[in-house]
T-cell receptor
Framework: EADIYQTPRYLVIGTGKKITLECSQT?????MYWYQQDPGMELHLIHYSYGVNSTEKGDLSSESTVSRIRTEHFPLTLESARPSHTSQYLC???????????????FGEGSRLTVL | AQSVTQLGSHVSVSEGALVLLRCNYSSSVPPYLFWYVQYPNQGLQLLLK??????LVKGINGFEAEFKKSETSFHLTKPSAHMSDAAEYFC??????????????FGSGTQLTVLP
């Protein structure tokens, strides 16, 4: 069973505030991901991490930043939130040792961000 | 490169009726294909996967999907819908054995409603 946790689940904040969305996993997975999900749209990868101290931007440009200081922790930060950042953010991890299932991701429950 | 098209953003079925959710893919190499399910206010969960073994794949909760190369399709079916199947379903593709979860491409999702 997957163990990946996101906090907060829901966040409503004003424009210009700094926010950090937390993501932690207890499976020891090296690879972690942040996706952005808007209603009726596909998931878009915004950040990816190969492992500790290794991150890269995803396919969708995002003003957010990430860090990976510990294997289990992959927080996402917005320095100055704007209404255009309103969305659901999903964190995921994968284990490449899992029998060649190269697309199998384990997702957290998501963080729904609303910027007023 | 790869892409996924899910036909029908909303599908409604009666309880006990057949569920059919359509997915067509495009891939430059033999693909790996996935169906994920997202229940309300939760993250995505893997339903089933095709990784070049049997073309008929069985997943959790009575769902199955058949890989048809000639039709570039990977439609999801369930013989008899249950109220608990109401959720959003995402089809996803990656570049087979040479791909990775980093390269996973999602469809825009199909919202399944089950009517009593």
């Amino acid at each position: 069973e997957a163990d990946i946790y996101q906090t907060p689940r829901y966040l409503v904040i004003g424009t210009g505030k700094k926010i950090t969305l937390e993501c932690s996993q207890t499976m020891g997975h090296d690879k972690m991901y942040w996706y952005q999900q808007d209603p009726g749209m596909e998931l878009h990868l915004i950040h990816y991490s190969y492992g500790v101290n290794s991150t890269e931007k995803g396919d969708l440009s995002s003003e957010s930043t990430v860090s990976r200081i510990r294997t289990e922790h992959f927080p996402l930060t917005l320095e100055s939130a704007r209404p255009s950042h309103t969305s659901q953010y999903l964190c995921a991890s994968s284990d490449p040792r899992g029998g060649g299932s190269t697309g199998e991701l384990f997702f957290g429950e998501g963080s729904r961000l609303t910027v007023l | 490169a790869q892409s996924v098209t899910q036909l029908g953003s909303h599908v409604s079925v009666s309880e006990g009726a057949l569920v059919l959710l359509r997915c067509n893919y495009s891939s430059s190499v033999p693909p790996y294909l996935f169906w994920y399910v997202q229940y309300p206010n939760q993250g995505l969960q893997l339903l089933l996967k095709y990784t070049s073994a049997a073309t008929l794949v069985k997943g959790i909760n009575g769902f199955e999907a058949e890989f048809k190369k000639s039709e570039t399709s990977f439609h999801l079916t369930k013989p008899s819908a249950h109220m608990s199947d109401a959720a959003e379903y995402f089809c996803a593709v990656t570049l087979g054995s040479s791909g990775s979860a980093r390269q996973l491409t999602f469809g825009s999702g199909t919202q399944l409603t089950v009517l009593p």
